[in-house]
């Protein structure tokens, strides 16, 4: 085959799903055929915000799980035939964040789906240093193609200290919010959620929450007095104006603040008030390849079924209207949407594997 289909983003608001030649891959380097690849807001930001990381013409997804089709010249560790994820992620290696571990840091960072051609496509050139291979997890591709946000998630929750015993609270089950409900309930914690969508507080349940709250009917504040429950951690995952204040508001002396969603603007800071209560405000961006994709793909593994985060498997031709425009009005389908390059039509995933 030297031709495949690829939803390319040539301008905001003009993304074409078109013929392009199939790519090669280089020293170093790994050629993926694509089994499914997550939509997230950052592509819909791209798509329909402006752009702020992608280099177009390119074409976007850095959520992809695949199988090895071709390896380059110098790959020893990965063979043809490989089920694996990649992180996305292209650090340098050289620089002081990657001698110190932290890639995600690096200086010259780019990524897979934004800077390089990415896995909205039937094929994808990766560095082979950012390739998993996952074939011994028996994990389907569908659920492969959760291990990137999922490793986000894992990377906030490392960043943020949580320890077995401790009390998080998570504002916003989103994309991202599930992901880190999850993996903070992993640590042992005991996990508090709250969003407006009910449904979204019956997944974060399932999900390992031990308690919700419906924002908008009692203020987080007084929702955790009522419970007494002191958080030592608060995931504002939202990225709104109130989520933020509601979290400010609740956070006691001492408290582990983690901002994950991106705030719109530039919100008024009370700096002295932080001070004075000692908050530590912890940042996280992307992931550690080496550190929170292997447990992202372990996360995975651990639970019988992803159907109730991916439920639906979209074709190609559905990226814009089925995944792109439902992230930027805020009424996504499903928690997280999967492209599948080869279907033709809709289809549901296959999450089916024993749980670890």
């Known amino acids: 085959m030297s031709t495949m289909r690829a939803a390319v983003l040539h301008e905001v608001h003009d993304l074409q799903v078109e013929n392009v030649p199939v790519p090669e891959p280089g020293p170093g380097e790994v050629l993926v055929r694509v089994g499914v690849c997550g939509v997230c807001g950052s592509d819909a930001t791209e798509f329909g915000r402006g752009l702020v990381l992608a280099q177009p013409p390119v074409t976007l997804g850095h ?87 999922m490793a986000i998630a894992v990377h906030a929750v490392r960043r943020s200290g949580l320890q077995p015993g401790q009390d998080a609270v998570v504002v916003g089950v989103g994309g991202i919010g599930a992901f880190i409900t999850y993996a903070a309930a992993a640590t042992g914690a005991r996990v508090l959620v709250t969003d407006l969508n009910a449904q979204r507080l019956e997944l974060a349940r399932a999900l390992g929450a031990e308690e919700t709250v419906q924002a908008g009917t009692q203020s987080l504040h007084d929702s955790l007095a009522e419970r007494s429950i002191v958080p030592d951690v ?123």
Not at 126 to 141: E, F, H, N, R, Y
């Open 63 to 149: 959520e992809f799980a695949g199988i090895i089709e071709q390896v380059g010249e110098g790959v020893t560790d990965l063979a043809v035939g490989a089920t694996v994820v990649c992180g996305a992620g292209v650090s340098c290696g050289e620089c002081k964040m990657c001698r110190a571990g932290r890639t995600n840091l690096c200086t010259s960072y780019t990524t897979i789906g934004f800077h390089h051609d990415g896995g909205l496509a039937g094929y994808v050139v990766c560095p082979a240093a950012i390739v998993w291979d996952t074939t011994a997890s028996g994990l389907t591709l569908d659920t492969l193609g959760l291990a990137q946000p």
């Open 234 to 356: 608060f995931f504002e995952v939202s990225g709104s104006a109130p989520g933020l204040a509601a979290v400010l508001e609740a956070a006691s002396p001492g408290a582990t603040i983690v901002p994950v969603g991106i705030q719109r603007g530039e919100p008024p800071l009370p700096l002295g008030s932080w001070t004075l209560r000692e908050y530590t405000i912890v940042g996280t961006v992307a992931h550690v390849y080496r550190d929170d994709i292997p447990e992202a793909v372990r996360l995975l593994a651990a639970r019988a079924d992803w159907s109730d985060v991916a439920a639906e498997v979209l074709p190609l031709d559905e990226v814009v209207d089925g995944a792109l425009q439902p992230l930027l009005s805020g009424a996504p389908g499903q928690v997280k949407t999967l492209i599948d390059p080869w279907i033709e039509t809709r289809r549901p995933a296959n999450h089916a594997h024993t749980p670890a």
